[in-house]
């Protein structure tokens, strides 16, 4: 089945510590997604890309980056952890952007972070 | 940015119909209305979108007055396992569109 993948579920780092999450895609979406979710509340835009293109959200800090090497993988970048930066990371793809038919975003399950 | 408004949460019972509504009384005219529905550890799984009157899939039906400012997604003879976030997302783009605090939705048997 066509799906989207997040590597790993559970992630453990170390405050400070660089870390990276993975998604990837068998959707061939042109467009993949990063959110934030911290626990009981709504998932946050961080950025997206369409194609090749990055768009970073105005109030998504510097101290996330992310890189898109190729049509079916993402990655988000965490260069500092912080003890705030604890959340569920969600990828999300879809075929484009604007709103209508066919171009609803598709999730994947998540990674939790954890900051020691 | 189309900013939107749901009760927190909601109680029903299996074989109920639930009726959750959104307000979101900046609506533009391009924008659209779209559900997610959210289980713990999960991401979110699209459920329905719509423009305008009434759209029905196999899961729900999302009714939208004339003048869009608000729309109500109908979930019909609940169960256990529709116990979930359910959130309501206005815009004419993905990257637009904010998830709110969505409406948390206990069925209870």
């Known amino acids: 089945d066509a799906m989207v993948i997040q590597n790993p579920r559970y992630q453990v780092t170390q405050f400070g510590k660089p870390v990276t999450l993975s998604c990837s895609q068998t959707?061939?979406?042109?467009?993949m997604y990063w959110y934030q979710q911290k626990s009981s509340q709504a998932p946050k835009l961080l950025f997206h890309y369409y194609d090749k293109d990055f768009n970073n959200e105005a109030d998504t800090p510097d101290n996330f980056q992310s890189r898109r090497p190729n049509t079916s993988f993402c990655f988000l970048d965490i260069r500092s952890p912080g003890l705030g930066d604890a959340a569920m990371y969600l990828c999300?793809?879809?075929?484009?952007?604007?709103?209508?038919?066919?171009?609803?975003?598709?999730f994947g399950p998540g990674t939790r972070l954890t900051v020691l | 940015l189309a900013k939107t408004t749901q009760p927190i949460s909601m109680d029903s019972y299996e074989g109920q119909e639930v009726n959750i509504t959104c307000s979101h009384n900046n609506i533009a005219t391009n924008d659209y209305i779209t559900w997610y529905q959210q289980f713990p550890s999960q991401g979110p799984r699209f459920i329905i979108q719509g423009y305008k009157t009434k759209v029905t899939n196999e899961v729900a039906s999302l009714f939208i007055p004339a003048d869009r400012k608000s729309s109500t997604l109908s979930l019909p003879r609940v169960s256990l396992s529709d116990t979930a976030v359910y959130y309501c997302?206005?815009?004419?783009?993905?990257?637009?569109?904010?998830f709110g605090a969505g409406t948390r939705l206990t069925v209870k048997p």
């Open positions: 999300a793809t879809s075929r484009g952007r604007t709103s209508g038919r066919y171009n609803e975003q598709f």
């Open positions: 997302l206005v815009g004419s783009n993905n990257n637009d569109m904010r």
């Open positions: 959707l061939n979406h042109n467009v």
